[in-house]
């Protein structure tokens, strides 16, 4: 029997190899928090004044992001966010879910009907151009949404779940590509000076996808087992095995990466970026660089073809 590292008294339930401890589950908690805290406190997220939006998908990592939140900072005023996007078979469930999290803290929960709001779901974009790039699109709609539902409720903060597995994956692909402009973007803390653009947070970008799969189990959270059926799960995972590889030479190979970019990298970044030109969007209002934005762009083109299909 392995005995946990902290309290030297209870089994250990849990192997973290970057940090070469092994924990057992109230020690793990602990742990966990504190990280979070952690990296709530040192990017400066938010504070008891501002109003926080957490997106709730009904996956594990916002699930968990939801309690940990609300366990750390219960003086912070939070609504929780989801978006049902019509997929069959799925979004109904995460929606489900979503409701049991919000009740279980006691948090009032927006729900945002893809659907019922605009006429169409992601559903949709396979009889289109999108059908190809469903993903990306999805992002589009996603990003467009949480951030307009955010301003609805008088949100000053949106915190999304994003772990560091997801964060690490991101950022490996973007400088595999040499993709300048997505890196600029690419940081814990999205700040908005725009009155129509929240600031997005990611306080679980420091804790990796196990870590928040196990918090998730040890507060006894309800959640989606499986990844919603139009993610490219072969390349993910063909990306994830590369990735893996690495961890198993240099077991704290992500924590590194994310805090040279971050800490590093970043900063050098930021002194070419330029100014980008932000303007209304003609139809909806909301910002965009260009005269329409991209979530519009979409609704037309689905608009378009539903009128199509009467004739």
Sequence with gaps: MVICAACKKAEAEIRLDYAKRSLCRDCFTLFFERKVRNAVLKYHMFSVKDKV??????????????????????????????????????????????????????????????????????????????????????????????????????????????????????????????????????????????????????????????????????????YKSHACPFVHQRRLEKRQRLLDKLSEVMPNFRHVFFKSHVKRLQPALQVEEEAVSVRECTRCGMPTSGEVCSFCKIVSTLTKRKRLEKF
């Design 53 to 222: 939006a957490v997106a709730v998908s009904g996956g594990k990592d916002s699930g968990a992001l939801l309690a940990v939140l609300k366990r750390l900072f219960p003086r912070v005023e939070m609504v929780a966010v989801h978006l049902n996007l019509g997929i069959e078979g799925y979004s109904d469930g995460c929606e489900e879910i979503a409701k049991k999290i919000a009740k279980a803290y006691d948090i009032e929960l927006i729900v945002c009907n893809l659907r019922k709001a605009y006429g169409f779901s992601i559903s949709d974009f396979r009889k289109t151009r999108f059908s190809r790039k469903i993903c990306a699109s999805c992002g589009v709609v996603k990003r467009y949404l949480l951030n307009k539902t955010a301003l609805e409720v008088d949100a000053t903060k949106l915190a999304t779940g994003h772990n560091l597995d997801d964060f690490v994956g991101v950022l490996f692909n973007h400088y595999v590509h040499g993709d300048v402009e997505q890196l600029k973007r690419l940081l814990p803390v999205n700040v908005s000076h725009n009155p129509k653009m929240v600031t997005r947070i990611k306080p679980l970008c420091e804790m990796t996808e196990k870590e928040t799969r196990y918090y998730a189990d040890c507060m006894g959270l309800p």
